[in-house]
């Protein structure tokens, strides 16, 4: 049972990752159950995976290199991703806030109860860091709690475990946002770092 679902949880989580370079906007969060659950859920995930680097790694490639617009200027590749670094520090903490707001809509209560709970366990919490880290599952395969086999099936439990497995539903609706919340800061931080560069070449 527990080898099942764990590959629900990583089909899951490849789309997290990819998505992770798309979509999300900052908005008020809700005061209700949904919301908190779904906040909680976020930062389990976020605790066990490092989307930080993911998603600028996303967005450096969706805005290149910058080596066409750099003729004579050498530093601006580097000025770009420091920007970029930069933004989505300042934006995280809406960025993550989003995605728990994604799951408190795509979830019912009963399912996110038993989504925090699956999601916390030690056993897949290792296999989540391995499988964002492009590592090899650790060996020997770590197992769920007694507590987590039980609950993963109750109607809750199969129910979150389907839907999340499913997730890249949910996702579509936030897959263009991210890039226009970050690029105008990220290009604002740009040209200031880039203008105090030409002043201090001036003359």
Do not use: C, Y
């Not at 949904?34 to 989307?51: K, P, T, V």
């Not at 038993?114 to 020997?140: F, W």
């Not at 897959?175 to 002043?199: C, M, N």
């Amino acid at each position: 049972m527990s080898g099942i679902i764990f590959r629900g949880v990583l089909t899951a989580l490849a789309v997290l990752l990819a998505a992770a370079t798309v979509g999300i906007t900052p908005a008020m969060a809700r005061d209700s159950e949904a919301d908190r659950l779904g906040q909680e859920m976020s930062s389990i995930i976020f605790d066990a995976i490092n989307f930080r680097d993911v998603m600028i790694k996303g967005a450096a490639s969706e805005l290149g290199s910058m080596k066409d617009l750099a003729e004579g200027r050498p530093e601006w590749p580097g000025l770009l991703q420091e920007s970029i670094v930069e933004e989505f520090d300042h934006d995280m903490p809406a960025i993550k806030a989003m995605l728990g707001r994604g799951f408190a809509r795509h979830f019912t209560v009963e399912e996110l109860r038993a989504g925090v709970v699956i999601l916390a366990d030690p056993g897949l919490q290792q296999i989540m860091k391995a499988a964002a880290a492009n590592s090899p599952p650790p060996t020997p395969e770590p197992t769920m709690s007694k507590k987590v086999e039980r609950l993963s099936q109750t109607p809750a439990g199969r129910s979150f475990l389907e839907k999340f497995g499913n997730i890249d539903g949910m996702l579509e609706g936030l897959s263009r946002d991210l890039i226009v919340e970050i690029i105008p800061g990220t290009f604002r931080r740009f040209a200031d770092k880039a203008d105090a560069l030409e002043a201090a070449r001036a003359p």
